[in-house]
């Protein structure tokens, strides 16, 4: 059903389209929650980052979701802040959430790093030189709901939601209940 | 908000945002390496031509920890001494490019006509009786972090007690308080109570033994050594023994209460208590929000669209 919203509307169509909807979004999560325990050798190394803001809740899901799939595992969760990091700050009104707020030290740890919508990649790059300044984790791994492509820089994601093609000038809005497309 | 010259300049929004930045800032000052790369390539001149040992050193450290280059001016080793004036000297500063100036002056005004000569952005880090409203920030933060309960501080009473009238502190710090809603209390004897007493949405008494007990907070300013040489105190000994926080007054304190003073201390004189032996004492808390305060007020001005832009929404 999202794949049929999405087709043709990419770059020609004015309006918006839902996407994926809330019980997609819960599946995709619940499916990179999978992916993670799958990949990751041992799980007690691993700790879950949400970037703020949008990323936060999507990484609350995933450790919800590795305490029932591994009950006997607790994978702590953090967030990180990238205000300060951003190489565009000057350009556009700065926006805070809540504080970097990383429970543990990181050398050592896999980071699973989640954010909802991967572009350009260039918070991505703001958020792992934070990272940086709370140790040296061995190594870090990116977690998006939707990839919409227009990368800017070399990055790209370990575990995708959905991969949606999108035209540069749409916006992408992503809420627990719905991913939704606006050109 | 381009440049910070009083507390006025401020609604109370833009108090919260810069509140709640700082306790970003705050974050960043537990970590083993307190240093981000916000303010890369900006420079940040401080210019005091008044001495000062923690708002220097205070404004200093916040700008490093923001990475941004810091400029040294104390006017006892330059040029002011060869008779310079204080607009060759910011034009001169401004020539080398400067983003930011931190003017501290003796006489009241002089930050806002620093803002004339400059197109950097200027900070009042203290301007004769006038304002200095990072302090008033500072003691808004520490007051409302201790006692967690959000930004609001309405039903917060806070007594200020000392020379209320030439102190700048005493200014700005009431009017950031009951712009939050808390109820100020200046307490002094006639001489040093200021006339505007009730444009400052404050109260007035000269009896600090009736309010001691009744206060959330206390703050105590520092007596002035050029006062007591004027007739406004004429005898030091009687005004310790009226306004001054003894161990016996002290002991009167609410436990719950928060003891401030905005440094430096005149022990034996205001202060014959030792702060140390105070549990109600947040002093040096004051001295360490001071510096994730000014990040987030330097950061505010030279890192971002404006204050009020900061706290808002996503995207």
């Known amino acids: 059903m999202a794949d049929h919203s999405l087709s043709g509307q990419s770059s020609e169509a004015v309006g918006s389209a839902v996407v994926l909807s809330q019980s997609d979004i819960r599946r995709a999560i619940t499916r990179i929650s999978h992916e993670i325990v799958e990949r990751s050798s041992d799980l007690a190394d691993v700790i879950v980052i949400g970037m703020q803001t949008g990323g936060v809740w999507i990484a609350e899901a995933i450790c919800r979701n590795l305490a029932t799939i591994e009950p006997t595992v607790e994978v702590p969760l953090g967030a990180v802040d990238i205000t300060m990091y951003r190489d565009d700050y000057s350009l556009r009104p700065v926006v805070t959430g809540a504080p970097t707020n990383i429970p543990v030290e990181l050398t050592g740890k896999t980071v699973v790093l989640v954010d909802d919508v991967l572009y350009t990649g260039r918070t991505v790059r703001a958020a792992l030189e934070a990272l940086n300044d709370h140790g040296r984790p061995r190594r870090v791994q990116l977690a998006v709901l939707v990839d919409r492509g227009h990368r800017e820089l070399p990055i790209r994601p370990d575990f995708v939601g959905k991969n949606i093609p999108t035209h540069i000038s749409d916006e992408v809005d992503v809420s627990e209940d719905a991913v939704v497309v606006r050109s | 908000m381009k440049h910070l010259l009083s507390t006025h300049d401020l609604s109370r929004t833009d108090i919260e945002s810069l509140l709640n930045v700082a306790d970003h800032m705050a974050e960043i000052n537990q970590r083993p390496v307190p240093k981000v790369p916000a303010l890369r390539g900006k420079t940040v001149a401080s210019v005091f031509f008044e001495d000062s040992t923690r708002t220097r050193l205070s404004f200093e450290t916040a700008a490093k920890r923001l990475s941004a280059d810091v400029m040294t001016f104390s006017a006892s080793s330059s040029s002011v001494n060869k008779g310079e004036s204080i607009r060759d ?227």
């Open chain 2, 89 to 315: 000297t910011i034009e001169t500063l401004s020539a080398m490019g400067v983003d930011a100036f931190i003017v501290r002056h003796r006489s009241s005004g002089v930050p806002l006509a620093v803002t004339s000569w400059t197109s950097a952005s200027v900070i009042n880090a203290g301007d004769g009786w006038h304002q200095h409203p990072t302090q008033a920030l500072l003691d808004a933060y520490t007051i409302t972090r201790e006692r967690k309960a959000g930004n609001d501080l309405h039903g917060v009473r806070v007594a200020i007690v000392g020379d209320v009238k030439h102190s700048r502190v005493a200014r700005s710090t009431t009017h950031v308080l009951t712009s939050l809603g808390a109820t100020v209390t200046l307490v002094a004897p006639s001489t040093l109570l200021p006339n505007d007493v009730t444009a400052q949405a404050a109260t007035a008494t000269t009896n600090f033994d009736e309010v001691i007990e009744h206060c959330d907070v206390l703050y105590m300013l520092r007596m002035q050594k050029e006062r007591m040489d004027h007739a406004l105190v004429p005898d030091i000994a009687e005004y310790c023994d009226r306004f001054a926080l003894t161990p016996a007054r002290a002991q009167r304190l609410a436990p719950g209460a928060l003891l401030m003073h905005p440094g430096p201390m005149n022990r034996g004189v205001e202060m014959q208590v030792d702060p140390n032996d105070v549990a109600q004492s947040r002093i040096l808390t004051q001295v360490t929000n001071g510096i994730a305060v000014r990040m987030a007020v330097l950061f505010s001005l030279l890192g971002s669209g404006s204050a009020s832009n900061l706290s808002k929404g996503n995207e």
